[in-house]
C-alpha cells in the first residue's frame, strides 16, 4: 500500500527557514486542515484554531507521543508556512 499523505523532507533546503517549536497551547478548538503521512516517525499538521493558523509536530514516540507547535499567524500566512514546510524550504 502507497502513502496518500505527503513527506517534508529529511532536512531543510539551503536558505530555508528554520522554524520556532513550543508547546502545546491549551484551550481553543482545534480543527486540522492538513497532515503528512503518519508513515514516518513525525507528523505534521496544518492547524486552525481562533481564527489563526499554525503547524503542529508530532513526534511518535514509543512511551508518549510529543507534540510541539509554532506561532501562530493568520490562516494565509499559515499555509504559505505549510507549503514551504513540504518542499523543505522551512523545518
Known amino acids: 500500500m ?3 499523505s505527503p513527506h517534508v523532507p ?3 533546503q539551503p536558505g530555508g527557514k528554520k522554524l520556532a517549536w513550543f508547546g502545546p497551547s491549551d484551550g ?4 486540522v486542515l492538513a497532515w503528512t503521512c503518519d508513515c514516518l516517525a513525525t507528523v505534521y499538521e496544518l ?3 481562533g481564527g489563526q493558523g ?3 509536530r508530532t513526534l511518535q514516540n514509543e512511551d508518549a507521543p510529543e507534540i510541539r507547535e509554532t506561532h501562530r499567524w ?3 500566512r499559515a499555509r504559505e508556512v ?4 513540504l518542499t523543505g524550504m522551512a523545518r
Request: hydrophobic share 50%.
Open 28 to 31: 481553543a478548538r482545534v480543527r
Open 74 to 76: 493568520p490562516i494565509a
Open 47 to 49: 492547524c486552525q484554531a
Open 2 to 4: 502507497s502513502c496518500v
Open 54 to 56: 499554525f503547524i503542529r
Open 10 to 12: 529529511d532536512r531543510r
Open 82 to 85: 505549510w507549503a514551504a514546510l
